[in-house]
């Protein structure tokens, strides 16, 4: 059982971890969200290793990356992964009245309540002109990030590259994938390649905390948090509602 006023935040990759981590850190998400020490088994992994706590009447909330999902499917993947998972003939209740959607699983005389949060940015016109992305994940993000000058110069190792530099060699690599009939990247792979390119060796995670860190101090607090939108509300929303659904169905 989680401990009391918990929340506990199940993600796909060590990444996510880090970047709940660095936004907790620097006074942007609640205290009551408590990131698992694992991640879970892929996306079709986040649901199922929510069940035991929610069976116990605990609190969960699944980070999930948007990918090619709309905004208001999460609703829609919460039901089916929880009928999946939770079966037939579990006491359901789900609200799509809002972003992010929740749920209460009844388990017996206890009352589970899971709430998903998406993370990505389809909307991010700067992203959508310089790359055609194949998929919307939590590195778009930190590509937006890596993009400001202020945070490339923040990063010791990434500071002797020029940072135009680095971002037209991505735009280059990023055509070329289009231009041969490859398939579209995302930016977790434009990370990557930006990582190659600036020789900067250091895993997602580390690659994660460099740049929230140095964006936090070359911006300051507010920006950091304007540049997270919507993924500092919709996690804060969901907090709320999970805290605020205490004793009664979601």
């Not at 579990?90 to 609200?95: M, N, P, R």
């Not at 060699?169 to 579209?184: S, T």
Request: aromatic share 4%.
């Amino acid at each position: 059982m989680s401990e009391p006023g918990s929340i506990l935040v199940l993600f796909e990759g060590d990444d996510d971890r880090q970047v709940l981590r660095s936004l907790q850190g620097a006074g942007l998400l609640p205290a009551s969200l408590r990131p698992s020490e694992q991640r879970s088994g892929g996306l079709t992994g986040l649901v199922r290793d929510a069940m035991p706590l929610l069976r116990q009447g605990g609190r969960a909330l699944v980070l999930r990356d948007l990918d090619d999902m709309s905004r208001d499917g999460s609703g829609a993947w919460l039901e089916g992964e929880l009928q999946r998972e939770a079966g037939s003939g579990a006491g359901l209740v789900l609200s799509r009245s809002m972003p992010p959607p929740a749920a209460s699983v009844q388990s017996g005389p206890r009352t589970g309540r899971v709430a998903a949060v998406a993370a990505g940015l389809p909307d991010d016109e700067d992203l959508r002109k310089a790359y055609v992305l194949g998929a919307f994940t939590m590195d778009d993000y930190l590509l937006r990030l890596a993009r400001i000058p202020e945070v490339w110069a923040g990063v010791s190792e990434c500071r002797p590259l020029d940072h135009a530099l680095a971002l037209c060699k991505l735009a280059e690599v990023a055509a070329l994938l289009v231009q041969n009939g490859l398939p579209r990247a995302g930016s977790k792979q434009l990370l990557l390649y930006l990582r190659g390119i600036a020789r900067f060796e250091v895993s997602p995670a580390e690659f994660a905390r460099r740049f929230i860190d140095a964006a936090q101090q070359a911006l300051g607090r507010e920006r950091l948090r304007a540049l997270f939108q919507p993924l500092v509300g919709d996690l804060q929303t969901a907090a709320t509602t999970l805290r605020d659904s205490n004793g009664r169905d979601c």
